[in-house]
T-cell receptor, first 111, second 114 residues
Framework: NAGVTQTPKFQVLKTGQSMTLQCAQD?????MYWYRQDPGMGLRLIYYSASEGTTDKGEVPNGYNVSRLNKREFSLRLESAAPSQTSVYFCATKSPLDEQFFGPGTRLTVL | GNSVTQMEGPVTLSEEAFLTINCTYT??????LFWYVQYPGEGLQLLLKATKADDKGSNKGFEATYRKETTSFHLEKGSVQVSDSAVYFCALSDRGTGFQKLVFGTGTRLLVSP
């Protein structure tokens, strides 16, 4: 029972490159989230998915796209990376008791 | 909109000292309140929660009481250990859109020395 897994753990990109962050869960939760964490800013919501087939913008969606591939998987895509997207990215799920469970994070640097 | 304010860190304590990390919130309605902990290099883990006024959440020696009159959810522990060194986040559930999202504070770093 792995909970929430994320790949890759680390990534370095050049400005303008694209990449997809992967997230998978084995908790059978309907809701999934993508956050970014920057120093002194706490966590900010990028996108979320209330259920398979639906996605909605969060607080800071610009520059990102998401896909809810199935109930287990929720991916985050950067089409043209910018230095301002250097951050730690966390995927999370929500239980029926409204508790969120987080993955270990992806540390992204954009040069 | 809804918001969470936490005390600035770092909080530096000696082992076995008493810990308080302050958290106040602004919210419409009656949100649930949470404390999460993040150890170095890891994701956030739920530490405790409270879902209504006067509820006390507790886990691993940590406690927090949902105070509606002061809009607060302060985290306390009677005797901290070196292993408690981490960043602590206060959060509330935002049902403004009918769907639960979490609003986080900026986090408070705790450093415990032997």
């Amino acid at each position: 029972n792995a909970g929430v897994t994320q790949t890759p753990k680390f990534q370095v990109l050049k400005t303008g490159q694209s990449m997809t962050l992967q997230c998978a869960q084995d908790m059978n939760h309907n809701s999934m989230y993508w956050y970014r964490q920057d120093p002194g800013m706490g966590l900010r919501l990028i996108y979320y998915s209330a259920s398979e087939g639906t996605t909605d913008k969060g607080e800071v969606p610009n520059g990102y796209n998401v896909s809810r591939l199935n109930k287990r998987e929720f991916s985050l895509r950067l089409e043209s990376a910018a230095p301002s997207q250097t951050s730690v990215y966390f995927c999370a799920t929500k239980s029926p008791l409204d508790e969120q469970f987080f993955g270990p994070g992806t540390r992204l640097t954009v040069l | 909109g809804n918001s969470v304010t936490q005390m600035e860190g770092p909080v530096t304590l000696s082992e076995e000292a008493f810990l308080t990390i302050n958290c106040t919130y602004t919210a419409t309605g009656y949100p649930s309140l949470f404390w999460y902990v993040q150890y170095p290099g890891e994701g956030l883990q739920l530490l405790l929660k409270a879902t209504k006024a006067d509820d006390k959440g507790s886990n691993k020696g940590f406690e927090a009481t949902y105070r509606k009159e002061t809009t607060s959810f302060h985290l306390e522990k009677g005797s901290v250990q070196v292993s408690d060194s981490a960043v602590y986040f206060c959060a509330l559930s935002d049902r403004g859109t009918g769907f639960q999202k979490l609003v986080f504070g900026t986090g408070t770093r705790l450093l415990v020395s032997p």
